[in-house]
T-cell receptor
Framework: DVKVTQSSRYLVKRTGEKVFLECVQDMDHENMFWYRQDPGLGLRLIYFSYDVKMKEKGDIPEGYSVSREKKERFSLILESASTNQTSMYLC??????????FGDGTRLSIL | GQNIDQPTEMTATEGAIVQINCTYQTSGFNGLFWYQQHAGEAPTFLSYNVLDGLEEKGRFSSFLSRSKGYSYLLLKELQMKDSASYLCAVRDGGATNKLIFGTGTLLAVQP
């Protein structure tokens, strides 16, 4: 079974902090994705990556950046956290055009 | 623009059949996915349609009409554990595996 692991289930940070969310997958998938999920808005794509060191902006990249130095790891960075970035963050990975597999999510609160 | 519509909430009775509809208007189309998400958990893949017609997988079936921009997920012999959100997602026409998600349908199964 595919395993997508997000480093934290719950995280509390302060406004202005630099925040790192980590995601690791164990199935050699080339595609990795970061979403945020908010009530009434569904899953929205922040960034995705289709290869090491490659990244593409999704629908809502403002205020975020990503890093993919190794194939199995995809990091989401909040450069200067703000309260409107309080959300559930979900990481996913996929092999080619196969279905995406999701991690359990990180519920991030920015105070 | 990109738009995926699904009902916000539905209620059904244990043992019954329920149909969850999804309509989409996207700039490209390369397949439609259904995911199930229990509260506080990761979305899990249920079904995939890329050609018109019905795909059956146990108690769950999914239908697609590309000309109408329409899909439905059919759940038979409902069980209490089917209470969850059901997410419709369209893969756009590009070379990546990028998905556009609807806001999800929260299904409550009652005894």
């Amino acid at each position: 079974d595919v395993k997508v692991t997000q480093s934290s289930r719950y995280l509390v940070k302060r406004t202005g902090e630099k925040v790192f969310l980590e995601c690791v997958q164990d199935m050699d998938h080339e595609n990795m994705f970061w979403y945020r999920q908010d009530p009434g808005l569904g899953l929205r794509l922040i960034y995705f990556s289709y290869d090491v060191k490659m990244k593409e902006k999704g629908d809502i990249p403002e205020g975020y950046s990503v890093s993919r130095e190794k194939k199995e790891r995809f990091s989401l960075i909040l450069e200067s956290a703000s309260t409107n970035q309080t959300s559930m963050y979900l990481c996913a990975s996929s092999l080619g055009v196969q279905p995406q597999h999701f991690g359990d999510g990180t519920r991030l609160s920015i105070l | 623009g990109q738009n995926i519509d699904q009902p916000t909430e539905m209620t059904a009775t244990e043992g019954a059949i329920v149909q969850i509809n999804c309509t989409y208007q996207t700039s490209g189309f390369n397949g439609l996915f259904w995911y199930q998400q229990h509260a506080g958990e990761a979305p899990t893949f249920l079904s995939y349609n890329v050609l018109d017609g019905l795909e059956e997988k146990g108690r769950f079936s999914s239908f697609l009409s590309r000309s109408k921009g329409y899909s439905y997920l059919l759940l038979k012999e409902l069980q209490m554990k089917d209470s969850a959100s059901y997410l419709c997602a369209v893969r756009d026409g590009g070379a990546t595996n990028k998905l556009i998600f609807g806001t999800g349908t929260l299904l409550a199964v009652q005894p």
